[in-house]
C-alpha cells in the first residue's frame, strides 16, 4: 500500500467513524496504546471519556481512569464510580481512580505519587486485560524518577500484559520518546501556539504534509491517525470532531461490585462480547 496522502484526508464526524473505530481499536490482537494530545480547551478530555465510554459498552473491559487534575466536572458525565483505594479498583470494572488530598505542594504531589505508583504496581500481572489512561501523563510522569522509570517499563512492556495505555498530554515534550514509538493511535488537536505547529505534526509524520491539515481544524476538531500499518487498516488517517453527548450510562454508572480478585484479571474478552 502506497504511503498516505495527507490532503486527501477524509472528514468524518464521530457519529459515524466511532463504532467502526472503536471495533477496530477493541478487536485488536495486542492492545494498542493511544497517545492524544491537545492545547487546555481543545476537546481532548471529553475526546478521551468518548472513547473510554463507548470501549467499555462495547466490550464489557476493564478501564480505569486515572485522574491528577484538581477539578474537572467532564468527568461527571462518565458517571463510574471514584475512588482511590485500591480494592475499590478490583471491584469496579470501569471506575476513575482520583488520589484527592488537602495537602499542597510537594506534599500533595507525594501523595499522589505513591498512590499512582501503588496502583500501577497492582496491575502489573500476566494477562491483565485492562485499559488504562491518563488525564495527564506528563504531570504523573514527573512525579518521582521512580514513577519516571515505572511509565517507561509500561511503555516497551505494557503490551505483553495485555495491557492498552491511553495517555493524554498538552503538548509532545518533556515526555519519554518511548511515548510517541510505542503508541499506534495518533490523536492530535491544533496547537495553540504556532511555535508548537511543526512539533505536533512531528507526531502524524513529516511536518510539511501535516502542518496543512492541522491549520485547517477548527475548534474542537483532532486528527486521527494509526502510526503503524495493519492489515485490516484501509485508511491510517481521518478528521473527525465529537458530535455525540457524554452522559452517563446506567451499565457503567450503576455497577455492581465484582467479588474479589487474588490478581488483577478479567475473563478474555471474547466472552464478553455482545
Avoid at 75 to 87: K, S
Avoid at 96 to 122: C, N, S, V
Avoid at 231 to 241: F, G, I, L, R
Amino acid at each position: 500500500m502506497p504511503p498516505e496522502d495527507p490532503s486527501h484526508i477524509e472528514w468524518v464526524p464521530w457519529s459515524e467513524l466511532g463504532p467502526e473505530w472503536i471495533d477496530l481499536w477493541g478487536d485488536a490482537p495486542q492492545p494498542e496504546h493511544i497517545e492524544i494530545t491537545g492545547q487546555t480547551g481543545s476537546g481532548k478530555t471529553y475526546f478521551l471519556c468518548t472513547i473510554l465510554q463507548e470501549r467499555a459498552r462495547e466490550f464489557g473491559d476493564r478501564e480505569i481512569l486515572v485522574v491528577t487534575k484538581k477539578a474537572d466536572e467532564i468527568f461527571d458525565r462518565l458517571g463510574w464510580p471514584v475512588t482511590d483505594r485500591l480494592e475499590d479498583v478490583k471491584a469496579y470494572r470501569q471506575v476513575i481512580f482520583w488520589p484527592q488530598t488537602d495537602l499542597q505542594g510537594e506534599a500533595r504531589d507525594a501523595y499522589i505519587e505513591k498512590r499512582i505508583h501503588d496502583l500501577m504496581t497492582m496491575i502489573w500481572v500476566a494477562d491483565s486485560n485492562c485499559v488504562v489512561a491518563f488525564d495527564e501523563i506528563g504531570f504523573v510522569e514527573q512525579l518521582s524518577r521512580r514513577m519516571k522509570k515505572l511509565i517507561g517499563m509500561w511503555w516497551r512492556e505494557a503490551r505483553s500484559m495485555r495491557i492498552a495505555i491511553v495517555a493524554m498530554k498538552q503538548r509532545p515534550v518533556w515526555v519519554q520518546r518511548d511515548q510517541h514509538s510505542e503508541t499506534r493511535w495518533k490523536v492530535v488537536f491544533p496547537p495553540a501556539d504556532r511555535a508548537d505547529m511543526e512539533r505536533f505534526a512531528q507526531l502524524l509524520g513529516k511536518p510539511k504534509e501535516w502542518e496543512p491539515v492541522l491549520d485547517e481544524l477548527d475548534e474542537r476538531e483532532f486528527v486521527l491517525h494509526h502510526s503503524a500499518r495493519r492489515q485490516d487498516v484501509e485508511v491510517q488517517s481521518y478528521v473527525s470532531w465529537i458530535d455525540t453527548e457524554l452522559r452517563p450510562l446506567p451499565s457503567q454508572s450503576k455497577q455492581e461490585r465484582e467479588p474479589a480478585l487474588s490478581t488483577y484479571r478479567k475473563e478474555e474478552r471474547h466472552g464478553r462480547r455482545r
